[in-house]
């Protein structure tokens, strides 16, 4: 019985107290790392205002002079914070005209290498271009060869055959021993039906 409710114990505590590693883990998950060093801006601290602790009760017992003196402190008081006001809003104007003068150079940069990659660009269209040009120069002119060649064979070969034919002819026309016109056909022809020679 005792030990069970050792046990029941053991088991509540261990549950209730978490691991170390568990800690470790929760407390890094949980703490905010500190910016990095280049995003801390140096930081000016204002020297410690001179009201604070100032009034000093027991030195005037007279409540017209203790308000005098209140009265005066306040506008001392609110004297120092219209300053700290306008230095505050002539900081924040001089750090809006900075980053005005940041985008703006951001933007020219920009704008600068946005003309000078448009520049290239065009510069490597037109090399292509005429790149492109020189190869269609020089494969019209071998089409232009080559059709040429081949008109010259042509001629070449259709010359030849003419030549050809001409010379077939004028050898069948020397190999005739009789050689019969149209307007003769006919007549030996019939000659040649009618005189018939025995072998």
Same mark, same amino acid.
Do not use: C
């Given at each position: 019985?005792? %030990?069970?409710?050792?046990a029941a114990i053991r088991q509540v505590v261990i549950r209730s107290s978490p691991s170390p590693l568990l800690r470790s883990v929760r407390l890094m998950a949980t703490s905010s790392s500190p910016p990095p060093r280049h995003r801390l801006e140096p930081h000016e601290f204002s020297r410690p205002s001179d009201f604070l602790g100032s009034w000093d009760p027991s030195s005037?017992?007279?409540?017209? *002079? %203790? ?6 402190? $306040?506008? @001392? ?18 750090? $809006?005209?900075?980053?005005?003068? /940041? @985008?703006?150079?951001? $933007? &020219?940069?920009? +704008?600068?290498?946005? !003309?000078?990659?448009? %520049?290239?660009?065009? =510069?490597?269209?037109?090399? +292509?271009?005429? *790149? ?5 120069? *020089?494969? +019209?002119? #071998?089409?232009?060869?080559? $059709?040429? &060649? ?5 001629? %070449?070969?259709? =010359?030849?055959?003419?030549? /050809? ?7 069948? +026309? ?8 149209? !307007? @003769? ?5 019939? *000659?040649?039906? #009618?005189? #018939? #020679?025995?072998?």
């Amino acid at each position: 019985m005792a %030990a069970a409710a050792a046990a029941a114990i053991r088991q509540v505590v261990i549950r209730s107290s978490p691991s170390p590693l568990l800690r470790s883990v929760r407390l890094m998950a949980t703490s905010s790392s500190p910016p990095p060093r280049h995003r801390l801006e140096p930081h000016e601290f204002s020297r410690p205002s001179d009201f604070l602790g100032s009034w000093d009760p027991s030195s005037s017992s007279d409540p017209r *002079e %203790a308000q005098k003196r209140l009265a005066l402190l $306040r506008r @001392d008081y609110e004297k120092q914070v219209r300053d700290l006001r306008k230095q505050y809003i002539y900081e924040m104007e001089l750090q $809006r005209q900075e980053k005005l003068l /940041k @985008d703006e150079a951001k $933007r &020219e940069a920009i +704008r600068l290498a946005k !003309e000078e990659r448009k %520049a290239a660009k065009s =510069a490597i269209a037109q090399s +292509r271009a005429a *790149e492109r040009k020189i190869v269609e120069d *020089e494969f +019209r002119q #071998t089409l232009l060869k080559e $059709r040429s &060649e081949k008109l010259e064979f042509w001629k %070449a070969r259709e =010359a030849m055959m003419e030549q /050809k034919r001409s010379d077939k002819n004028e050898l069948l +026309r020397r190999q005739s021993s009789m050689w019969v016109d149209e !307007e @003769d056909l006919e007549k030996k022809i019939v *000659e040649a039906f #009618t005189d #018939t #020679t025995t072998l």
